[in-house]
């Protein structure tokens, strides 16, 4: 029997390419007819000729309508001709171009028939069509020698080869059963058309998509198809692998894949059956992204924690059947290897290789009762965790999605707690425990303990299942501790000092710190633990500033709230860096897309936020506190110059900047209220100073108990520094000061300015005695005898005539005296001069003009200006002999 004859009946009478270019060129006869005819007859009031086509005899033509299902298996049909024609002339180039047209078309096919929750069948057409490749290569095969192909055309035969080995073996009962068919038909046997049968349905029939030219097929396949319910293990395996080889393709509806793997969970026969998909369902609900974000769609999210938890209890309660491993590096490779072959002409490694797999697998499935399955659950509940806090950072944390997304914690926290407990008493696992418990701790550490009881006392009012106990962070943290890996335990030591600052247990959180040594090495770490390490030192400066330590706070809040020099903006822009809680731009630096994504990941999400305002104002109000006193010990000592002590660098240049300001305008700012209060506080005002730092803004941030402690705290503060404010200012003024007058002017009690006297006296700060019957201050001074006065006149005469002679020397020695090439590094000091006056600018020493002064006439003058001091000298000495 012919082969061609064969075929037809799965392809019709003619391709699509003949009717349709047949209905093409009758359409163009009719059209050039009907434009003659409209040429010859046309008047004024005849019809236009576009509307030819609408005759009585054509209006009895019915028009053709086909549905997707008909027109997708015409392509197929269409593809298939094409196939065979190929083959007549030996292109292996293009038969392999319609074979993977054809498979593609079946994709388009299987997915209809999913989404339609039809049971997926395999058309005819392509099962006729592999059968005729797989008979053609054979055919080939015996006479490659004689039919010579090309290099190009030998290349196309081994990819066609190495490419239909899978659907061969998928397929092999369809095909045979196509061969079975074949031979008990005669040759004079014709099927009607696929045309004909379409045409021959009842009106109406392609209104219903079921109703097409695949009843026929779909119900014999019906008959032969076995349903879930009565697949044993191994065919619901193998369906299991047909639907997760669809994973990743294009065109693959994610959704739907997901779905349908979930329908094999209704006929899993084991429980480790039902471990394997629930592992593959999980898997692929991460792939399914919300709409223009990198996170999960927050439905497939809650799906998936649901089913983690599934499957947590089915591990649970089968401890001896379910176990799981990683996937083997050599396995992987191997697998990895045959999936990448090089077609060529030796075929004996590529098929040793595949029969080296096909043979472990084979072993595999012998051993399926005592088989690991291939998973990592530590490794999942750390995916879902990532993907929440993704789904934080890209959700706008003003809408109501971010307050659902907040809501999502609770679950993913019992979920953790569940896969904690499961580790540490079913497989005794504390390494993977210990990751676990890391992630807890970084749900818990930032959040207070009244508030976490508060959560607690929801959780069990909402929930009527008990659940585990609750670990504290403590417990949490020894168990990281021990067995956590050197990067957990770096963050969970860092998330274990920021929760001590946030209890208020400021020693603690110092103690830890300063054992733990991270200060030392936190440059050393990534970055998202630098960015941690920033989040717990501001917490230990906000910690200290509600104790009333001012001090402290100062020292720990230093660095963070210092301005940079360097270009990326002032303190709030780069304290928004420090702790990234916000993108920034610098100016004159464009960052590149990677560098964006890379801070994108890093950034908080908004409800772990510090308040920057709290911040900037713990830090301003405390070195105002601790710089207000010294600057006026400084003026009281007459130090100048580099003997001044500098506590706050930033205070200093924010204060000198307020004070050269014409006129001081309301306050707008923290910084401009801290400025306003300092002002207040220098002339002794602390009423006003304090009025001014309760109205800055930031103090809303913090609860109402919080915030009035804290403010008691720094009046009391405010008092204490602006009394010895005053009496350092005017020390100098009084002869004694009465304990009682200070005491009512600052509202301090007299004991407390005792005690605050008293230090100043200890601490040198202050020349004074106590004068116990009048309950006073002595205030002692010693007015230096003129011996002394000269004597420190001579000795800042003396310095300034060396510091001029070695002026002279280095000028002399053209800059290369011993000091000056220490200060100028080598450098010939004559030639920057003689570039400035060449620009019209200043020399070396200031007050010297450039021009059309040479080096001599400078010379002359700094001999003369040495000598005219020498001579001074010589006269003072004389006088005072």
């Known amino acids: 029997m012919s082969r061609v004859r064969a075929q037809s009946r799965f392809y019709g009478s003619a391709s699509s390419e003949e009717s349709s270019e047949e209905e093409s060129e009758r359409s163009d006869e009719e059209f050039e007819e009907s434009d003659s005819d409209d040429d010859s007859d046309a008047g004024p009031g005849d019809r236009s000729r576009f509307l030819v086509g609408s005759d009585s005899e054509e209006e009895d ?142 009106k109406g029939a392609d209104a219903d998509d079921d109703n097409d030219g695949f009843e026929a097929a779909e119900e014999k396949a019906a008959k032969t198809e076995l349903t879930l319910e009565e697949m044993n293990e191994d065919q619901l395996n193998v369906r299991l692998r047909e639907v997760l080889a669809t994973r990743g393709r294009k065109g693959t509806d994610k959704e739907e894949h997901v779905n349908h793997i979930k329908e094999l969970l209704a006929g899993a026969k084991s429980a480790k059956q039902k471990a394997e998909i629930l592992l593959a369902v999980i898997s692929a609900q991460f792939d399914i992204m919300a709409p223009g974000t990198a996170h999960m769609l927050p439905s497939a999210w809650r799906d998936a924690v649901s089913n983690m938890r599934e499957l947590l209890k089915i591990s649970r309660e089968n401890p001896t059947t379910i176990e799981y491993e990683e996937a083997g590096e050599a396995e992987v490779l191997l697998m990895e290897k045959a999936q990448t072959l090089i077609i060529g002409d030796e075929d004996e490694e590529e098929e040793n290789l595949i029969k080296k797999t096909e043979a472990k697998q084979t072993a595999d499935g012998a051993e399926n009762a005592s088989m690991k399955l291939r998973g990592d659950l530590a490794t999942l509940v750390e995916g879902l965790d990532d993907e929440l806090f993704r789904a934080w950072q890209d959700t706008d944390a003003y809408g109501q999605a971010y307050v659902e997304l907040l809501k999502d914690e609770r679950p993913l926290l019992d979920l953790m707690a569940d896969a904690q407990d499961f580790f540490e008493s079913m497989l005794d696992d504390r390494s993977r425990a210990a990751r676990i418990a890391s992630r807890r701790i970084l749900h818990i550490y930032y959040k207070s303990d009244e508030l976490l009881q508060q959560i607690k006392e929801l959780n069990k009012a909402s929930s009527d299942e008990p659940g585990l106990p609750e670990k504290s962070l403590q417990e949490l943290a020894v168990l990281v501790y021990r067995y956590g890996e050197e990067r957990a335990k770096s963050q969970t030591m860092l998330c274990h000092i920021y929760n001590h600052a946030l209890g208020n247990r400021y020693y603690e959180a110092r103690d830890m710190l300063l054992l733990s040594h991270l200060q030392e090495s936190i440059h050393m770490l990534d970055i998202s633990l630098q960015v941690l390490f920033n989040r717990t030192m501001a917490q230990i400066g906000l910690c200290a500033f509600r104790l009333g330590m001012p001090y402290e706070c100062h020292m720990a809040l230093q660095e963070l709230c210092t301005a940079s020099y360097t270009g990326s903006g002032g303190g709030a822009i780069r304290l928004r860096e420090l702790l990234a809680q916000g993108m920034i731009q610098v100016r004159g630096y464009d960052k590149t897309a990677e560098q964006e994504r890379a801070e994108k990941k890093r950034q908080i999400p908004y409800h772990m936020h510090l308040s920057l305002d709290l911040i900037d104002t713990a830090h301003l109000v405390s070195a105002m506190l601790l710089e207000l006193p010294n600057i006026a010990l400084s003026r009281l000592r007459g130090d100048t110059g580099n003997k001044r002590r500098v506590i706050s660098r930033t205070f200093q240049y924010y204060l000198r900047t307020s004070a050269k300001q014409a006129f001081s305008g309301p306050a707008e700012n923290t910084r401009d209220h801290v400025m306003s209060a300092s002002r207040c506080l220098m002339s002794c005002d602390w009423r006003k100073a304090y009025e001014i730092i309760a109205s800055i803004r930031a103090w809303q941030s913090l609860e109402a108990g919080t915030m009035q402690s804290t403010l008691t705290k720094v009046k009391d503060l405010v008092k204490v520094e602006g009394m010895r404010t005053f009496v350092l200012t005017y020390s100098s003024f009084y002869n004694s000061l009465s304990t009682e007058r200070l005491s009512a002017t600052f509202e301090l009690e007299p004991s407390k300015v005792h005690s605050v006297i008293s230090k100043m006296i200890i601490n040198e700060e202050l020349r004074a005695s106590w004068d116990q019957p009048t309950a006073s201050v002595i205030i002692r001074r010693t007015e230096p005898t003129r011996l002394q006065s000269l004597g420190v006149n001579v000795a800042q005469k003396c310095l300034s005539t060396l510091e001029h002679n070695e002026k002279l020397i280095e000028a002399r020695s053209g800059g290369l005296s011993g000091r000056g090439d220490e200060r100028d590094d080598g450098r010939d000091w004559n030639n920057r001069d003689r570039n400035n006056r060449g620009r019209g600018g200043r020399g070396r020493y200031q007050g010297q003009s450039g021009g059309r002064y040479g080096r001599d006439y400078q010379r002359d003058d700094r001999n003369r200006d040495g000598g005219r001091f020498e001579r001074n000298y010589t006269l003072l000495l004389n006088k005072q002999a």
């Open 61 to 202: 033509e019915k028009r053709e309508i086909k549905s997707g299902k008909v027109k997708r298996f015409e392509a197929m049909v269409d593809t298939s001709h094409k196939l065979r024609n190929h083959m007549k002339i030996n292109d292996w180039i293009s038969i392999l171009t319609d074979y993977e047209n054809l498979n593609l078309q079946l994709e388009k096919h299987m997915k209809r028939d999913i989404v339609s929750r039809k049971k997926p069948t395999v058309p005819d057409v392509f099962i006729g069509s592999l059968v005729i490749i797989q008979d053609f290569l054979t055919k080939t095969k015996d006479n490659k020698a004689s039919l010579k192909l090309s290099k190009t055309n030998t290349k196309a035969f081994n990819a066609v080869k190495q490419r239909t080995r899978k659907d061969f073996k998928e397929h092999e009962p369809a095909m045979q059963k196509f061969r079975d068919e074949e031979r008990s038909l005669d040759d004079d046997d014709v099927i009607m058309p696929l045309e004909e049968a379409d045409g021959s349905r009842p």
